[in-house]
């Protein structure tokens, strides 16, 4: 106790203050510095850098493989040249999103308090989580695809854009295929392939992510054939560099062997430059081999009954071209003709069809399909956005009048009334 002064009572003595746990000092100190404005600067400038190089690199690799290369990944990797080893030399567009996101969340638990005041900021900032949220949902769980369809053409099924299958068929019933699907990311490994459905087994001899087919005789002292069986007897495949860009497409191509228990049963040239998939028997039964692009196939049908395709006068520039589609589920609930024209898509099944483009003197129509489950949240978070700043507004607002009006509503009568003369 400290001495007072007489006739004055004791003062008690500051308490000395408590040493805080290593823990919780530890914990204190990483939520200040995931929380910190600091932060969320250095992320942002490190995104803006990030944009500016893939949009320089976008000339190189097109608008897929930048989206590939820089925002739906961790890192950004580069080649290490003369070696087949790649390193990272950037954070890529998961771990800078991911760290806002944590930054941003991290912020409104330590510093704000959820008040009527703050009530527009706390909603603007969920919307910013919530998009944040969905680009990242879009990039892991989104596939695009389309389907192509001639006049009086049914299919059930969408083909990728960029992936591709090894498809062996089992066509011997006459009402339907067996088709058994193989990825073609395992063609270009060296394990033998096997599956319950086949009676032989898949060994892997070559692959090519791109190639050129080029008939031998165009070819001078062409090499060996490494095919025993069906086209590619007659056939060179050249590799080719992977291209990116929007107009070219990569064919991918390799050399298989099948065998059964009794030995090999030949090599077979597979490429996505073959239109006709390649036939052959075995065991009383007929098989078709084809490598296309893969397929995912859907719980109804489409039938293509009419295509337009309408033109400014005077020019070939499109005005407008629309598919006439008849929908028709597996269950039997839906039957109908629906119209898909330009910004006027289809949602049905959890995809969403676009009109395209054409081809075949306008007797193809190509529908671009979508199957994006967050797509949703894009707008959800748009909308958030604007009411918080809308509602922030106001309450500012009202906060400015209301303090304009103060001193005049609280002034007395008497303060008030004019002076007499």
């Known amino acids: 106790m400290s001495k007072g002064k007489p006739g004055q009572p004791l003062k008690p003595e500051p308490a000395a203050p408590r040493p805080r746990p290593e823990g919780a000092s530890l914990v204190r100190t990483l939520v200040s510095g995931f929380a910190s404005l600091q932060l969320t600067v250095a992320l942002l400038v490190l995104s803006l850098v990030m944009i500016f190089v893939a949009t320089l690199d976008q000339v190189h690799l097109g608008v897929w493989g930048v989206q590939q290369k820089y925002f739906h990944s961790f890192f950004v990797m580069a080649k290490v040249a003369g070696t087949g080893f790649s390193l990272p030399v950037f954070p890529g567009g998961y771990l800078l999103g991911g760290a806002l996101l944590l930054n941003l969340v991290t912020a409104h638990a330590d510093r704000f308090r959820l008040t009527w005041r703050k009530s527009g900021i706390w ?21 695009d695809g389309q389907v192509r369809l001639d006049v009086g053409q049914t299919k ?18 006459p009402g339907y295929d067996d088709v058994v699907a193989i990825p073609v990311a395992r063609l270009a490994g060296q394990d033998v392939i096997q599956h319950p459905k086949l009676p032989f087994t898949i060994k892997p001899l070559a692959f090519f992510p791109n190639a050129v087919l080029r008939s031998r005789t165009q070819v001078a002292n062409p090499p060996p054939s490494m095919a025993t069986m069906g086209d590619g007897t007659d056939v060179i495949a050249e590799p080719a560099p992977v291209t990116y860009k929007p107009d070219e497409g990569n064919f991918p191509t390799g050399y298989v062997e099948l065998a059964g228990p009794d030995g090999p049963l030949g090599t077979w040239l597979v490429s996505a430059m073959l239109d006709q998939p390649q036939t052959f028997t075995y065991q009383g039964r007929t098989w078709q081999l084809a490598l296309r692009a893969q397929r995912d196939y859907l719980p109804f049908t489409l039938t293509l009954g009419k295509f337009t395709h309408d033109i400014y006068p005077g020019t070939d520039i499109p005005k407008n071209f629309a598919s006439t589609i008849r929908l028709r589920s597996d269950d039997g609930r839906d039957d109908r003709s629906v119209l898909i024209s330009m910004n006027n898509p289809l949602r049905y099944g959890g995809f969403a069809f676009y009109q395209a483009g054409f081809a075949n003197n306008d007797h193809t129509s190509v529908l671009e399909a979508v199957r994006n489950p967050s797509w949703q949240i894009p707008y959800l978070s748009c909308a958030l956005i604007t009411l918080g700043l809308v509602l922030q507004f106001g309450i500012n607002l009202f906060g400015f009048f209301r303090r304009r009006a103060g001193p005049a509503s609280g002034a007395s009568p008497a303060q008030r009334a004019p002076s007499s003369p």
Do not use: K, W
């Not at 919307?127 to 596939?143: A, T, V």
């Not at 083909?159 to 011997?172: G, K, M, N, P």
């Open 123 to 143: 909603l603007t900032h969920v919307g910013i989580i919530l998009l944040l949220i969905g680009e990242g949902l879009s990039g892991l769980m989104q596939r």
């Open 156 to 173: 059930r099924y969408v083909e990728s854009f960029r992936e591709s299958e090894l498809a062996v068929a089992d066509i011997t019933n």
